[in-house]
Nanobody
Framework: QVQLVESGGGLVPTGGSLRLSCAAS????????VGWFRQAPGKKREFVVG????????QYTDSVRGRFTMSRDNAKDIVYLQMNSLKPEDTAVYYC????????????????WGQGTQVTVSS
């Protein structure tokens, strides 16, 4: 069982930066790959980035590659999403999720979810 709690969302201007955190409660957190998803108003939830249990490899969706960086600190059971050069189209509720399997990008591949944190980028 994994419990996840996101934090760090907020309101930023276009071009600004935010760092999201996802704190985990799990017996062996490094056994789990973690993904960030987002859901904009009126749209389906979409995969943003996923990282391996060790943190050695990450997979980004095209729209954020080069602007977002995901990392994790397994000693603290926490993952981060550093978001730079933010655009209005990045506005969404951001969720972290955990899975036994790295490389998964579908919601159904992630059985454990946080409650989400709102990110709003003003134009």
């Amino acid at each position: 069982q994994v419990q996840l709690v996101e934090s760090g969302g907020g309101l930023v201007p276009t071009g600004g930066s935010l760092r999201l955190s996802c704190a985990a409660s799990a017996r062996t957190f490094d056994d789990y790959a973690v993904g960030w998803f987002r859901q904009a108003p009126g749209k389906k939830r979409e995969f943003v980035v996923g990282i391996t249990g060790s943190g050695g490899s990450a997979q980004y969706t095209d729209s954020v590659r080069g602007r977002f960086t995901m990392s994790r600190d397994n000693a603290k059971d926490i993952v981060y999403l550093q978001m730079n050069s933010l655009k209005p189209e990045d506005t969404a509720v951001y969720y972290c999720a955990a899975s036994r399997y790295y490389g998964a990008s579908r919601e159904n591949d992630y059985p454990f979810w946080g409650q989400g944190t709102q990110v709003t980028v003003s134009s």
